[in-house]
């Protein structure tokens, strides 16, 4: 009450006001009423249980993924669209896609619902069977019935902004061993027919023999068809010499007694990067990371790293490792149900043994459920993210049906 008796007697006295006391007068009057009329209709929101204006998000939006947006959406969501790598992200496709008009169709559009930009492509199996249409004269016992046209196949999946990449299988070829027997690693001696893996009535298979001159010339006359059809990478897998058993009584020539194995795969790759840069192709080698982590060196002279390769793919699969592995120090049970944990441990070692080579490295990561083993797309994207964080941005998601 004493306010508004005060109110009262400045209104009885305001003749005494100077004319710049009244301007801010009525300049504080008008301030009020702005105020008051901007509040209005947020306060009258809030009472009808409207919310705060603050919490709206359509005023300042967030910028929208769009396709050269890699890492669009929320990394915490099990998106359909897991893939955030910049570089290449290859899905494998097997022989039985590829030879397949209607499944390699649906294919393609997974591919591009996975924001993959590159497919490596089966073309050569572990037995040995070629499944595109070769021209290299040992290979004509090897070429599939539904063998495809390779540019066709090549350039279906570069008009669907898809970069085609090629594997292979080198030396693991029981076709090509048969057809070619001097190509093949003998038994105990130079002559002495095939040498076979196993016996003969539990499935054993002859293998190519890496240290035989010709034999490394069929793997490469074949990856140069290849490059030529336009694939500018090929994945080189079984660059090796034979695993199995009876391994003391095959014979891989006239020097099997001081080979080097190491030194006679090193070389192999060495000229075939030189016979595949006058295509500007490249060659990465296919490892098994299992054989390192459980010390296989038998058929590499060594660790399948100690290799020396233009680059390399190295299979982070936890589902076909031990039920314990141990890797530099740390020891993890069961690997295949704690995915993200053995393949950060992996990719960070991997990182250190091959920092000093210089050389590329594609990953192959499982994308795959096992029988014993369910994959939720978190934890694929787990592996994706220890792979890229330690080895960079390229990536071969692997699924040996093909099915993502």
Avoid at 197 to 212: I, V
Wanted: net charge neutral.
């Amino acid at each position: 009450m004493k306010k508004i008796k005060r109110y009262g007697s400045i209104y009885k006295k305001r003749r005494r006001f100077s004319p710049w006391k009244i301007a801010l007068f009525v300049v504080l009057i008008a301030a009020c009423f702005f105020v008051g009329f901007s509040i209005y209709d947020p306060v009258i929101d809030f009472l009808q249980g409207g919310g705060s204006s603050s919490s709206e998000p359509s005023s300042q939006p967030g910028p929208a993924p769009s396709s050269s947006d890699s890492s669009g959406g929320s990394s915490s969501s099990a998106s359909s669209e897991p893939i955030t790598s910049q570089g290449t992200v290859a899905l494998y496709m097997p022989a039985e896609i590829l030879t397949d008009p209607s499944k390699l169709d649906a294919f393609i559009e997974t591919a591009k619902e996975k924001k993959a930009n590159a497919v490596l492509i089966e073309l050569k199996d572990e037995t040995g069977a070629l499944y595109y249409q070769s021209a290299v004269e040992a290979a004509k016992t090897a070429v599939s019935p539904n063998a495809v046209s390779l540019p066709e196949a090549v350039k279906k999946l570069t008009e669907s902004g898809l970069t085609p990449m090629g594997y292979l299988h080198a030396f693991k070829d029981a076709t090509a061993s048969r057809a070619n027997v001097g190509m093949a690693v003998q038994y105990r001696t130079a002559n002495g027919g095939l040498w076979l893996d196993n016996y003969a009535n539990r499935g054993g298979k002859p293998w190519l023999n890496p240290n035989s001159e010709a034999a490394r010339a069929y793997i490469s006359a074949l990856c140069s068809e290849v490059a030529g059809t336009g694939i500018k990478q090929i994945v080189l897998d079984s660059v090796q010499f034979p695993s199995g058993v009876g391994l003391n009584l095959a014979n891989y020539g006239a020097n099997s007694a001081t080979l080097n194995k190491t030194e006679v795969l090193s070389g192999f790759l060495t000229n075939l990067e030189q016979k595949l840069q006058t295509v500007s192709a490249k060659v990465v080698l296919a490892v098994n990371y299992t054989d390192v982590l459980t010390g296989v060196t038998d058929p590499y002279g060594g660790s399948p790293l100690s290799i020396q390769a233009p680059g390399y793919a190295p299979y982070i699969l936890p589902s076909t490792m031990p039920a314990k592995v141990t890797v530099d120090g740390v020891e993890v049970s069961k690997p295949a149900d704690n995915p993200g944990t053995v393949v950060q441990l992996i990719a960070a070692q991997l990182r250190s043994a091959l920092s000093l080579k210089g050389v590329p490295v594609l990953p192959f990561i499982q994308a795959y459920s096992d029988t014993a083993k369910t994959y939720t797309q978190a934890e694929i994207d787990e592996q994706i993210k220890a792979v890229t964080n330690n080895l960079g941005e390229n990536i071969i998601l692997y699924s040996p049906d093909g099915a993502y």
